[in-house]
Structure formats: structure tokens, C-alpha cells
């Protein structure tokens, strides 16, 4: 099977058409062995039917000569149809094609830190030939899942619902770090493929898959490719803006397809709008949403608000989100503005000296008014200067070390801290008592035998 394959990747003519007709009658072959094996309820032999149907995927993605992959790609088309059964749209067969398509389009990274676990690691970037095949029309879908029939109808969209069970990716560090990864470009333990769709619309080598792609996030109302434009759209605000707007702020094609979108953002759930969604609403001059985000997110959004007003982004987005932080009601979003404030963060210090915003919790504010420097309004509260010392036991070593960074920068002076309470009687470590004897069995005292 080896120079069946080598042959059609390499070949052209008569020679390259045969071999590729080779292995695709044995990759129908084989799938009606395991269909009416499956039928008569026994578990069949997985790794036989890949082997078959990874030569014909390779050929789809790499055969030099276009009949040559437009037969392996009618095959495919096949084995995914009939793998499909009469109803359900994620079946085995399904998910071995999704899957393999994924494991044959990684190509090595080259742009990864040294040392780093995505040295190595592959990109996942579909190639134009998988595209075509992921992108073909299929409007008659019997699945009873809803989200199966989003729009557009295309095969992509019944391969997102393949179960997280069966589209586990390759290669997976054993110590997988979210904090420290590059998600738009990793391949990660249960990674929502979402995400790699997005990616290769953004950042594929083929300007062709680039545009199918783009054309297709333009009009999807699928849940999952949404939810993947609005994490892309927060990560970029966030690490690299210019993925958005261009140096005369102007908007890219990534978001050019995150303003046209009609079903952008999504619509809120039971307990509010996410941040990421608001964050989008508010990119699109959606500033009433922000009034609509759950109080668990608002913390997240403030912190959004805070980057976007002092990063490169449009002048009436980052007035916008200036004002929005000024209008922040009671809650986490207010919190987390006041704790950047204290952290030193100018444009949310600019913010809480304009509207007065105090931490909720009245041990807090005493180091709140003097670490961001409201000497005027510090002195009013505390003129003796004894509410940090009395309050000083719930301060954290982080507050302490702030307080004691704007005392040495100002001249200020700043109050001791608190010496932590001694431990109480019956939590005293009692030094070890010396027993007679070696170190043999326990209880003897010493080691046995007499000796």
C-alpha cells in the first residue's frame, strides 16, 4: 500500500490514477466490512480502517497531480456519506476523517520560544484541498441535533458536533500549562476544533483557505464558531491589537468579518452576558450591553475596559470604554477597577479620582486612598493615621509590599506591619523525646535477636 501511495503523491498520468484507485476501493472495502460489523453489534478492528483511509486523506491534501486528488477526494466524500448512517451525524468513521484531516495538515512550528513546550509543536493549518472537502454543501442533514442544521450548511458545521471523546488531537504535552500557551496555534487536551477554524481563517499559508473561511464566519450562527470569534477577538485586544486595526486604525480582515457577522455577539444566557460578548458589543458600539453583563464577568470586563482604554485601538473605542468605567455600578466590575487602581494602572487611577469610587469592604479603604495617592481624602478619613495599623492584620504581603512602594516613592510614612500571632498552645510542636535503642522493628526498642 506504501508505493500505492508514494506513487499518487508523486506521480501523474495513468500510473498516479491507478494507485489512487487502488487505495480507494480498499478504503470502501474495508468501511462496508466495518459498517455490517458494527450492524451485527461486534466492535471492529479500528487501526485496519485507519491505515486505509490516512493514504487517501495524504493524497487529497498533497497529490501533485488535481485528478488524482479530486478522486481521493470523491472517495473521502464517500466513506464520510456512508459513515454517517441514516440520522446521527457523529459516528466513528466521522470522527477518524475529522481527526486525520487535523493530524495531516500540522506542519512544525518555527516561531516558538526556546525552551518552551510549543518548541516542536506542530500549527494546525488546514490546506485548500480540505477546505473544499469541509465546505461542501450539505443541506439535507436528518441529524435531530438543532445545532447541526446552523447556517451555513456545510460539512464543518455537523463536524463541530462530533463528541470531545472522538476528536481528541495530537499531540498533547503532558505538562500542559493554559497560562503560558499561545491557544490560537496549540493543539491542547479537548480543544474545541473551533478554535483551529479560526486560526486557519486568520493565519493560513493559502490566501484560498484564508478566503473560504473568512466567507464562512462572515454568515455561521453556529454557538461554537461564535464563541471562538469572540475568545480571538478579547485575545488580540488584549496581547497583539494589531491582528484588529492597522496602524492607521483602521480595522483588518479578522475584524471586518467580526463587524459584519450578523449573529455578533451572541444573545445572553439566563444569567447575563459573558464579557467576551460585551467586550465584542462594545468593539461594534454596543455600549448599553455593558449594563447587561453578570456580575461574575464584570470583574473580567472591567479589566477589558482598562486595557482597551490605554491600547492601540480606535480613538471613539477607547473614549467609549473610558466612560464606560465610569459608570460602573456596585459589584465585581467596580472591585477589580479599584484593585487595578491600587496596582497602579493610570487610566483606572484617572477613573476612581473622577467618580470617587471606594472598595466596598471599609478595611480596604485606607489603603486604597493611600496607595493611589489621594492624600486629601486619606488625611479627612484617617488624620491620626491609625486605621492602616488597626486594619493591617487583613492586609495580604502583596498589599503590604504596594503600601510600603508608595511610602518609599512619596516619603510618606508608613505604619509597621503587624507581627503574626503566636500559635496556640495545643498547635506547639513538642521537641522529639529520645528513646532507648536502634532504629530495627517497631516496637522492640532496638533491633531484635538479642542483639
Known amino acids: 500500500m506504501r508505493w500505492a501511495e508514494r506513487r499518487a503523491l508523486d506521480g ?56 488524482v486528488a479530486g478522486a481521493a477526494g470523491t472517495a473521502v466524500q464517500w466513506a464520510w456519506d456512508h459513515g454517517a448512517g441514516r440520522s446521527w451525524c457523529s459516528t466513528e468513521p466521522r470522527s477518524w476523517i475529522w481527526n486525520g484531516l487535523w493530524d495531516l495538515t500540522a506542519v512544525p512550528r518555527k516561531n516558538s520560544q526556546p525552551g ?20 461542501c454543501p450539505k443541506p439535507d442533514c436528518r441529524c435531530p441535533d438543532s445545532l447541526c442544521r446552523s447556517m451555513p450548511q456545510v460539512q464543518l458545521i455537523a463536524a463541530l458536533q462530533i463528541p470531545v471523546g472522538d476528536r481528541a488531537f495530537p499531540y498533547r504535552p503532558a505538562d500542559y500549562d493554559p497560562a503560558s500557551t499561545h491557544w490560537l496555534n496549540a493543539a491542547k487536551p479537548q480543544e474545541p476544533p473551533s478554535r483551529f477554524v479560526v486560526n486557519s481563517a486568520m493565519r493560513s499559508a493559502d490566501p484560498r483557505t484564508r478566503r473560504a473561511l473568512a466567507e464562512l464566519l462572515r454568515t455561521t450562527d453556529h454557538p461554537d464558531l461564535l464563541k471562538a470569534l469572540e475568545d480571538t477577538f478579547v485575545w488580540a485586544l488584549l496581547n497583539e491589537a494589531s491582528l484588529l486595526w492597522d496602524a492607521d486604525r483602521q480595522p483588518t480582515e479578522l475584524m471586518q468579518i467580526l463587524l459584519e457577522n450578523p449573529h455578533l455577539p451572541r444573545q445572553p444566557s439566563r444569567y447575563g452576558l459573558s464579557a467576551q460578548s460585551a467586550a465584542l458589543g462594545i468593539a461594534r458600539n454596543r455600549f448599553d450591553l455593558a449594563r447587561h453583563v453578570d456580575d461574575d464577568d464584570s470583574g473580567g470586563l472591567a479589566r477589558i475596559l482598562l486595557h482597551a482604554a490605554a491600547g492601540p485601538v480606535p480613538p471613539a473605542l477607547a473614549d467609549g470604554c473610558r466612560r464606560l468605567l465610569r459608570e460602573l455600578g456596585p459589584g465585581r466590575g467596580r472591585e477589580a477597577l479599584c484593585e487595578a487602581a491600587i496596582d497602579g494602572d493610570s487610566e483606572a487611577r484617572a477613573a476612581v479620582a473622577d467618580t470617587g469610587y471606594l472598595p466596598a469592604d471599609p478595611a480596604f479603604i485606607p489603603l486604597f486612598l493611600f496607595c493611589t495617592e489621594q492624600w486629601d481624602r ?29 511610602a518609599s516613592r512619596t516619603g510618606r510614612s508608613a505604619p509597621q506591619r503587624p507581627k503574626p500571632p503566636p500559635p496556640a498552645k495545643d498547635e506547639r510542636r513538642e521537641p522529639p523525646r529520645y528513646r532507648h535503642g536502634g532504629t530495627g522493628t517497631a516496637g522492640t526498642g532496638g533491633f531484635g535477636g538479642g542483639f
Open 12 to 67: 501523474s498520468g495513468v500510473g498516479a490514477r491507478i494507485a489512487v484507485a487502488y487505495l480507494c476501493l480498499r478504503m470502501q472495502a474495508l468501511t462496508r466490512v466495518w459498517l455490517a460489523i458494527r450492524r451485527e453489534g461486534w466492535k471492529p478492528y479500528r487501526y485496519r480502517w485507519e491505515r486505509c483511509v490516512l493514504p487517501v486523506l495524504r493524497v487529497l491534501c498533497s497529490a501533485r497531480d488535481e485528478r
Open 116 to 135: 518552551s513546550w510549543l518548541q516542536g509543536q506542530p500549527f494546525l493549518d488546514l490546506p485548500y484541498p480540505a477546505t473544499q472537502f469541509l465546505l
Open 378 to 406: 486619606y488625611e479627612q478619613l484617617d488624620p491620626e493615621g491609625l486605621l492602616l495599623s488597626e486594619h493591617g492584620c487583613r492586609y495580604s504581603y502583596r498589599d503590604w509590599h504596594r503600601l510600603e512602594a508608595v
